[in-house]
């Protein structure tokens, strides 16, 4: 015995198992292409374990919490500075600049200064931290 319908075609088709397939590759493909991205590569410079032999006397600045500015432990104003940063530069424009401020140092404190190495023409600025842990 035939049930009622059997002689009809079969045109439904289900499509899920399809837009299963779909989803599947569409997250594969975002993993893919944002795992390809993720890094950049960078040739970092290598520090020797060798005392540097330099001569070149580095300037140190250092900025407070309240503003105040010290070259090599010596207070200036911001002018003195790029003044005394111009003259650094004239005997030796390679001469390295050490940025530092404390915890609680406005960061605009600290702008200013690099500001004015900037426009002194010194390119070669370090800004000190402490390392991790340090008190």
């Known amino acids: 015995m035939q049930a009622q319908g059997d002689d009809k075609p079969y045109d439904d088709i289900n499509i899920t198992p ?17 795992a390809s991205v993720s890094g950049t590569r960078a040739n970092l410079p290598k520090a020797s374990r060798s005392p540097s ?13 309240e503003g ?12 003195e500075l790029e003044q005394q940063l ?11 600049v050490v940025v530092r401020g404390d915890d ?22 370090g800004l000190a931290t402490k390392p991790a842990g340090a008190k």
């Not at 032999?53 to 919490?65: D, E, F, G, L």
């Not at 105040?68 to 002018?79: C, D």
């Not at 111009?86 to 390295?96: L, V, Y």
């Not at 609680?104 to 600025?125: A, K, S």
Request: charged share 15%.
């Open 86 to 96: 111009q003259a650094a530069k004239s005997e030796n424009p390679e001469t390295p």
């Open 53 to 65: 032999t330099s001569k070149v006397k580095s300037k140190a600045i250092i900025v407070n919490n």
């Open 104 to 125: 609680l140092t406005q960061y605009q404190g600290v702008m200013d200064v690099i500001d004015c190495v900037n426009r002194v023409g010194l390119t070669h600025l």
């Open 68 to 79: 105040k500015i010290k070259l090599n432990g010596q207070e200036v104003t911001l002018a």
């Open 18 to 34: 399809m837009l299963d397939l779909a989803y599947v590759l569409l997250v594969i493909f975002i993993l893919m292409t944002t």
